[in-house]
C-alpha cells in the first residue's frame, strides 16, 4: 500500500496548527493533513502521542517542525493499515468479540435498581 503524504505540507520547515488541523472559517478554507479538533490535538500533545511544538521561533509563536508531521502522519497511516488487518483476520477467522449488554437502570419512587 503506498503511503502518501498531503502534497500542502512543505518539504522543509515548520507549520503552524491551522495548517496542520485545517481552518474551516478561512477564505478559501484550509483542509486538514490530520483532521482533529484543537483540543484533541492539544490534548494528544500534553499526552505524548502528537510531536511537541517548538517555541524557539518567537516568544507568541507555536510551530511544529514539518518532519515531525510528516513522521506523525506515517505512524497514524501504518497503525490504521495495521488495524484493518487485524480487522479482517478477526472476521475472517470466525472469532468475534462477544456483545456486551448495557446495563440498564431503572427509577421508581426515588429508588434505583438496575435490570438484570
Known amino acids: 500500500m503506498a503511503q502518501t503524504i498531503p502534497q500542502q505540507l512543505p518539504e522543509t520547515g515548520y507549520v503552524r496548527l491551522w495548517q496542520i488541523i485545517g481552518d474551516k472559517t ?3 478554507p484550509i483542509p486538514a493533513v490530520i483532521p482533529i479538533s484543537k ?3 492539544w490534548d494528544g500533545v500534553r499526552t505524548g ?3 511537541a511544538p517548538v517555541r524557539t521561533l518567537g516568544r507568541r509563536i507555536t510551530a511544529w517542525r514539518v518532519e515531525d508531521i510528516r513522521a506523525l502522519i506515517l505512524s497514524l497511516t501504518q497503525r490504521s493499515s495495521e488495524d484493518i488487518g487485524r480487522a479482517r483476520k478477526t472476521i475472517v477467522g ?3 468479540t462477544p456483545h456486551v449488554r448495557k446495563k440498564h437502570y ?3 419512587e426515588g429508588v434505583t435498581r438496575r435490570e438484570k
Open 94 to 96: 470466525g472469532s468475534r
Open 26 to 28: 478561512a477564505n478559501p
Open 49 to 51: 502521542r502528537y510531536p
Open 39 to 41: 483540543s484533541t490535538w
Open 106 to 108: 431503572h427509577v421508581s
